[in-house]
Nanobody, 111 residues
Framework: QVQLVESGGGSVQAGGSLKLSCAAP????????MDWYRQAPGKEQLLIGW???????WYADSVKGRATISLDRARNTLYLQMNTLKTEDTAVYFC?????WGQGIQVTVTS
């Protein structure tokens, strides 16, 4: 397995925006569907969106219209842009590809 590396988390006020990044090796980036999950305190880990290397995307209802997933193939990096953040978006966010996972990154949305 290969470790994916997330970055860009932190604390933001409700209504604000945040962009998470996930760096992956080229072979994984070009062959696997790239997923974003999150796990809120005391809750199960949930899939919130994914993008295939052919740029097909899917979003969970909880983030649809507020989240945009994108790929930078030159940098082998996956992004999650989150806008109009809500306190309920507070969670640890993970990227995943095939059986490979990132370490998770905290996003805290304050009111």
């Amino acid at each position: 397995q290969v470790q994916l590396v997330e970055s860009g988390g932190g604390s933001v006020q409700a209504g604000g925006s945040l962009k998470l990044s996930c760096a992956a090796p080229r072979d994984i980036f070009s062959s696997c569907r790239m997923d974003w999950y999150r796990q809120a305190p005391g809750k199960e880990q949930l899939l919130i969106g994914w993008m295939h290397w052919q740029r097909t995307a899917w979003y969970a209802d909880s983030v649809k219209g507020r989240a945009t997933i994108s790929l930078d193939r030159a940098r082998n990096t996956l992004y999650l842009q989150m806008n109009t953040l809500k306190t309920e978006d507070t969670a640890v966010y993970f990227c995943a590809a095939c059986t490979n996972w990132g370490q998770g990154i905290q996003v805290t949305v304050t009111s």
